[in-house]
């Protein structure tokens, strides 16, 4: 698993995927930031002194989230694809490695990329709290957030790049089934059967991800992210394994 | 040690390897011979645990690849038809990825260097994969196969792509190999597999068709009353001569090249040397023979035979390589 994760993770900076990663995450992140915190005055929707700015950072993670859903398609389209594509899954697998230390290395080596994208938000509450005073607890708790939805986002994605030897239909998968599990809430508001709306907020991953913006930690949410990203996890070993016995 | 025994693949309805079992032994080169889509890639991914058998147990080094794959696994160096590189390391990088791939215990450098120098990859070993030759890529797939020095050595293919003299370097190092490994090697070149193996088996749709040392393979397939002869003469006259000999039991004439020269493949009576008598009946008239060859088979005649079902008279023949 070391192996492979330490390859994964030095091939995303000798191809260009991890830099176009990490400067449209920075540049979507700055923009969002410059929106949501730096300008809010002035455009002012919810309070704030005219041309002043806000050191509360909420509305800033819950964008955070949509540049998430997009980008993180663009991590983990290669994953496992590019291997089937180039067959140089032919020497994972035959090498005595077992499938799920295959997939946890690609997993992490994903995730550590996406955390070296996060971490440029706690250089905005640096920032922030040069003049003012952020709610340090908040961006605690919308950094662990982010780190749980990032790690169900990227498993599905390493999921959707284990169905297919074309990274772009790969893309496509992980972005349309991130996208439709963050906004299932908005879906079930046109569903009018009470039972249905109540099943899908909760599997909706803004929903889940919503707490955490307002610096609360929930456990079973937290819980939620988890089991999400070692079910797709499992999910792809049994399509490796499928694969297998084809 | 490799032993198989009844393997089985079926993708759907169609049998890629339908009931083949066969044993190569320690220290010995097996080749797998076989056309395109015969069932030899398959065997190879079944082997190496890269696909599952349907049917029937794979045996390395007496484990069961299915019951116990990491245990199989360590004992395998397998070099998959197109070598499986990563295409934006370097040789060195890559090659170190291997090595702790498989969780090898050797000394690192210099067992990396060891391998390089075996398959003559030193001189490109800091060069990203992408830019080298495919002659390089197959060699660098090569050593990726013997990173770690596994006991069994699967290799899939693997001159193609090399030029002659790579080939026949490859050829040496794989017969050297072969002194302390057991090695497999599938090839549609027949020649290669003449020259490296040990032993040959030959497979087609799915089943074997000969498993056999070469020469037995030749002695049970060849005849030795076919020869072909080429004569300045008149050919028609010539048909008549030769068919007046005692012994010869067909005559045809397979070609005329020129209106000088004409060429015939003679089939004579079990056990009758006719060559003697053809070149006193031939001088007599004052005629020549340019050439004169009994045609043994060769491993190429002996693969189309049992292929394609019987035997094909005068078949072109191209040198053999590639």
Request: glycine share 8%.
């Amino acid at each position: 698993m070391k192996a492979i994760f330490r390859r994964e993770f030095v091939s995303y900076f000798t191809t260009p995927i991890g830099y176009i990663f990490l400067a449209i995450f920075f540049a979507l992140a700055g923009i969002d930031y410059s929106v949501t915190s730096i300008a809010k005055g002035s455009s002012g929707s919810s309070g704030g002194a005219q041309g002043y700015g806000t050191a509360e950072l909420t509305q800033f993670f819950l964008w955070l989230l949509i540049i998430i859903v997009i980008l993180i398609p663009i991590l983990t389209m290669r994953t496992l694809s590019e291997d089937k594509r180039q067959k140089t899954d032919q020497i994972l697998l035959t090498s005595p490695v077992n499938l799920s230390g295959i997939v946890a290395g690609k997993f992490f080596a994903s995730f550590l990329v996406y955390m070296m994208g996060l971490a440029i938000t706690l250089v905005f509450s640096v920032v922030v709290s040069a003049f003012s005073k952020p709610d340090w607890l908040t961006v605690f708790g919308n950094i662990v957030g982010l780190l749980l939805l990032g790690a169900a986002c990227i498993s599905i994605g390493i999921f959707a790049s284990s169905l297919t030897e074309n990274q772009v239909v790969s893309a496509v998968i992980s972005l349309a089934s991130i996208g439709l599990m963050s906004l299932l809430s908005v879906i079930s508001s046109f569903i009018p059967i009470e039972i249905i709306q109540t099943i899908l907020n909760k599997l909706c991953f803004l929903e889940r991800y919503i707490g955490f913006t307002y610096g609360q930690f929930d456990l079973s949410s937290a819980l939620y992210f988890i089991s999400v990203a070692v079910a797709f996890m499992f999910f792809t070993v049994r399509v490796l394994e499928k694969r297998r016995w084809a | 040690m490799i032993e198989v025994k009844n393997l089985s693949k079926h993708f759907g309805d169609k049998k890629a390897v339908d009931g083949i079992s066969f044993t190569a032994e320690d220290g010995e080169i097996l080749g797998f011979l076989g056309p395109n889509g015969a069932g030899k890639s398959t065997t190879m991914n079944i082997l190496t645990g890269y696909i599952s058998s349907t049917d029937g147990v794979a045996l390395i080094d007496g484990i069961d690849i299915l019951e116990n794959p990491i245990k199989a696994k360590q004992k395998i160096g397998y070099l998959p038809e197109q070598p499986p590189l990563y295409m934006d390391m370097t040789v060195k990088e890559y090659l170190s990825f291997v090595y702790d791939l498989k969780k090898c215990k050797l000394p690192r450098n210099t067992h990396l260097k060891d391998i390089c120098n075996l398959v003559k990859i030193e001189n490109v070993y800091n060069r990203v994969i992408k830019n080298l030759s495919k002659g390089y890529k197959q060699r660098v797939g090569l050593a990726q196969a013997l990173v770690g020095n596994p006991n069994v050595l699967i290799l899939d293919e693997p001159t193609v792509g090399l030029d002659p003299n790579q080939i026949i370097e490859i050829r040496t190092l794989i017969k050297r190999l072969g002194k302390n490994h057991t090695v497999i090697l599938s090839s549609h070149i027949l020649s290669e597999v003449q020259a490296v193996c040990d032993k040959i088996v030959v497979i087609n749709q799915g089943k074997i068709v000969a498993d056999d040392t070469e020469e037995n393979l030749s002695k049970n397939l060849v005849n030795n009353n076919k020869i072909s002869v080429k004569i300045d003469g008149p050919f028609d006259e010539v048909e008549k001569v030769i068919s007046s000999i005692v012994g010869v039991k067909v005559v045809s004439m397979t070609s005329k090249d020129t209106d000088e020269f004409c060429e015939f493949s003679i089939e004579s009576e079990e056990g009758v040397d006719i060559r003697r008598e053809l070149f006193k009946r031939i001088s007599e008239r004052s005629w020549y023979i340019m050439e004169l060859k009994t045609s043994d088979m060769s491993l190429e005649d002996i693969f189309l035979r049992l292929t394609v079902g019987e035997s094909i008279p005068a078949v072109q023949r191209n040198g053999g390589n590639e």
